[in-house]
């Protein structure tokens, strides 16, 4: 297990996107459809732009299968769906709040992500959840359907403010909160769940998945309220030169793959 972990960071510095070099590597390793979905996106519609920590929706959209089927969970304006059309995917997207989803030509459809997902097993090859999992009371929930709706080998992908970084720990020392779990976040976005990296590995091993990869995006830490604060000039180009790991990373992307069978039992208790 620990020999298959990559800790990585694909994302370009946040705020600018991945280089031509950078997309050819992409395309060679994972196929056509992440290149694809990166290409398209200078083109996302205003609407749609993203509302995520800058660099989140790259380091996410590297991870995709190179094509099939995509369930976009917590899809939001549709931003991310628009960008998965374009790349060739065939997306389903569903939220708890589908009226606020504004993709021209996409459908997006109700769904309580703590609740039985409304679809058979093995129907998707990829699913696809950013920024979702810090607003859900039960994430392990919602996880362990995304693995059921997997085929074997599929992905699950999803992002999660980086709570375990240099910055955060100082903070927590501090206050006792962690940043993106102020009470503006709380009350403002219903930030009710901290993600950490060692809770989703442990998690795995109760499932029939692995923890492939964890990836971040460039440092670009928020300020209270709790708005993530893009900088630019000589603190952007400093910033770029801290290496991007699990302790400088803002935002960790955990990419799972359904495989295996579990090696430890829920519930069990060693006396």
């Known amino acids: 297990m620990r020999g298959a972990l990559r800790h990585v960071s694909l994302a370009s510095a946040a705020g600018r996107l991945p ?8 395309q060679r390793e994972r196929g056509e459809g992440p290149a694809r979905a990166l290409r398209a996106l200078s083109d996302v519609p205003e609407t749609l732009k993203p509302q995520a920590a800058p660099g989140t929706w790259e380091c996410a959209l590297q991870q995709l299968p190179p094509a099939g089927r995509v369930l976009s969970a917590g899809a939001g304006r549709g931003g991310l769906s628009w960008l998965l059309h374009q790349a060739g995917y065939e997306v389903v997207s569903i939220d708890l709040h589908p009226e606020h989803f504004v993709a021209d030509g996409l459908r997006c459809d109700f769904a309580e992500l703590t609740a ?30 995304g693995l059921r709706v997997l085929r074997p080998h599929g992905k699950l992908v ?15 020392l501090r206050s006792g909160v962690f940043p993106y779990f102020r009470e503006e976040s709380f009350v403002g976005c219903y930030h009710v769940t901290p993600v950490f990296h060692w809770s989703v590995e442990r998690w795995t091993r109760t499932t029939s998945s692995r923890l492939r990869a964890v990836t971040y995006t460039r440092v670009d830490w928020p300020t209270p ?9 000589l603190l952007r180009i400093a910033k770029n030169l801290v290496p991007l790991n699990a302790l400088t990373g803002e935002i960790a992307c955990y990419t799972i793959e359904r495989c295996g069978q579990p090696s430890v039992a829920v519930g069990t208790h060693y006396a």
């Open 225 to 233: 309220p709790d708005v993530p604060k893009f900088h630019g000039g």
């Open 158 to 172: 999803f992002t999660s403010p980086n709570v375990g970084n240099l910055a955060s720990r100082l903070l927590f």
């Open 19 to 26: 280089g031509g070099r950078h997309l050819q590597r992409l």
């Open 116 to 145: 039985p997902l409304p679809f058979e097993g093995e129907t998707f090859d990829a699913v696809l959840a950013v920024e979702v999992a810090e607003h859900l009371e039960n994430p392990w929930s919602f996880l362990r359907e």
